[in-house]
């Protein structure tokens, strides 16, 4: 299919867009519960509670989307918690033959646990090297910083993984939504990827807002 090919395509060429940041700060405190992300300010400390400390939104599935892919995060900022620690998480599930789209993280490395499911999983390296393999439950990935990544579901049955990261909220891009239906121009879309003006017009409406993947 052309978007399989297109995809493939453009998520080496992304390479060139990976950013280098510093991971997250050591924290200076034992915890920070964020209480205003403009200032940083954290919750009184006396009025931390064991609460403050749990997160309860990966217990089940969210809305699949188009490509059969629900996702749920848990950064900071859904659960202020994580605050000046370091890490997050994030729930995967797949439908079958879902489809997580080429992405990458630009401030965290991933570990990604398969729960249950069979998935083909991978990432491409600055030197346009794929590493991939199918994973199954169980078996672990991880995902350098700031790689291009991505998973399909090629089991018969529906798919979960849980991914960690070492950054309380480590960034999120997904390819095709980036350059399709951004404002890019169409003249240079279709010389950067060999498509006619017809298939370009076709991904500018399928990833358009509010089409976009989230």
């Not at 090919?5 to 519960?33: E, K, Q």
């Not at 997050?88 to 997580?100: I, K, L, Q, T, Y």
């Not at 991505?150 to 960690?164: L, R, Y």
Request: hydrophobic share 40%.
């Amino acid at each position: 299919m052309a978007l399989e090919r297109l995809i493939v395509f453009f998520s080496l060429l992304f390479h060139g867009y990976i950013c280098t940041l510093a991971s997250d700060p050591d924290p200076l405190r034992d915890f920070c519960i964020l209480i205003n992300s403009s200032d940083s300010s954290c919750k009184n400390a006396s009025e931390v509670t064991a609460e403050n400390f749990v997160f309860s939104g990966l217990k089940s599935h969210g809305k699949f989307d188009e490509m059969g892919l629900s996702s749920i995060p848990a950064n900071v900022n859904v659960f202020p918690g994580l605050n000046t620690l370091g890490m997050s998480m994030v729930r995967a599930d797949f439908e079958v033959d879902g489809v997580n789209v080429p992405h990458f993280h630009p401030i965290a490395t991933e570990v990604a646990y398969v729960v249950e499911g069979k998935l083909y999983s991978g990432f491409v390296d600055s030197q346009n090297r794929l590493f991939a393999k199918v994973i199954e439950k169980g078996e672990v990935m991880v995902f350098p910083r700031g790689l291009v990544h991505f998973q399909m579901n090629v089991g018969d049955k529906p798919a979960t993984i849980i991914g960690s990261f070492n950054s309380q909220n480590p960034g999120l891009i997904r390819i095709p939504a980036t350059v399709f239906g951004s404002g890019i121009k169409d003249q240079l879309l279709e010389k950067a990827f060999g498509l006619t003006a017809k298939e370009i017009a076709k991904f500018n409406k399928r990833f358009s807002p509010p089409h976009h993947l989230t």
